[in-house]
């Protein structure tokens, strides 16, 4: 993924107004993110524990999405698997995390969700330059390169879950 700046971030996102945009905390050192690693920047808010952002490109394009996550305690014993990376973790490291629909839908309330690691960070679990902990990935067949084309393709069908509408429009 190529850097992205703070104005480019604020205006990709599809299902919240220019001012909620324009108000939202974003990442800090964007410089010093691993770019070259990232197949899309996702965060969580420090503000407020239960927003998630995530920027991707998408059919040629930028596209943000703000997305919110209940405050649900889970078991350490359990293991829950990530829907874009396919890495399992331990208790809380995987997150429903919803969004509001971009266009008419999401202004009535409609929303769609998925299981993503809770820290948002997907591409480097794939890469293998971050670890889950308690658990461990599995080793998979697929070649590396295969592996982050299968995370994108989940997220790209996520995205277009949440455009449907204005897609179709």
């Known amino acids: 993924m190529e850097p992205l700046s703070d104005p480019e971030i604020r205006a990709s996102f599809v299902n919240c107004s220019k001012g909620e945009a324009r108000r939202l905390n974003l990442p800090r050192g964007l410089a010093e993110l691993p770019w070259e690693s990232l197949d899309f920047l996702g965060w969580r808010d420090q503000g407020a524990p239960d927003r998630a952002y995530l920027v991707a490109p998408y059919g040629g394009e930028l596209v943000g999405v703000t997305m919110r ?14 829907s874009l990376c396919i890495t ?27 299981y993503i690691c809770a820290d948002l960070a997907c591409s480097l679990y794939v890469r293998g330059l971050k670890k889950s ?26 995205l277009a879950r949440v455009l449907d509408e204005a897609v179709a429009a």
Do not use: I, W, Y
């Not at 902990?133 to 996520?158: C, G, I, K, Y």
């Open 69 to 82: 996550s209940p405050m649900v305690r889970r078991s350490l014993t359990k293991t829950n698997v990530c």
């Open 88 to 114: 399992a973790h331990a208790g809380s490291g995987v997150a429903l995390l919803a969004a509001r629909r971009a266009g008419a839908a999401g202004r009535e309330g409609n929303t769609v969700g998925t």
């Open 133 to 158: 902990t308690l658990v461990t990935r599995p080793d998979e067949s697929l070649p590396l390169e295969d592996q982050v084309a299968r995370t994108v393709l989940n997220l790209d069908a996520f």
